[in-house]
């Protein structure tokens, strides 16, 4: 699937998953992402980031420095992210320490819980 997350900052890339939702009523996250995240011509190829939580919504921003590059859509329980376009104007080309700030959702749209993952982007072009 591929549709306009609202944001006006292009076309979320959403695959579903055939995986083994978890109960995280208990507030706690599970997800998968990818430790390094390519960025070609502005779009991020390889993200790969996976919601494995029974009944939750979640939403990702990634964050560089003191610079916020992307905020996603919602991505449903058992849907993969797996590319979209990132904002590169403030950082330079190379690899990059980021911050994936990810936020979970009631159904509902009720924030529930939040966590912050570590990893790389590589700006190739």
Known sequence: NQY??????GMQI?????????????GTIRI???PIITINDGVMEDLNFCNYNENRLLKLKIIVGDNCLYESGYISEGEILKGDLIDVSSIEKGEQDAIAEVFSFTCEEKLVSQTNVAFKLNYVS
């Open 4 to 9: 306009d997350d609202g944001s006006g900052n």
């Open 14 to 26: 959403i695959e579903d998953d055939d995986v083994t939702l978890q109960d995280t009523s208990n």
């Open 32 to 34: 998968k992402m990818n």
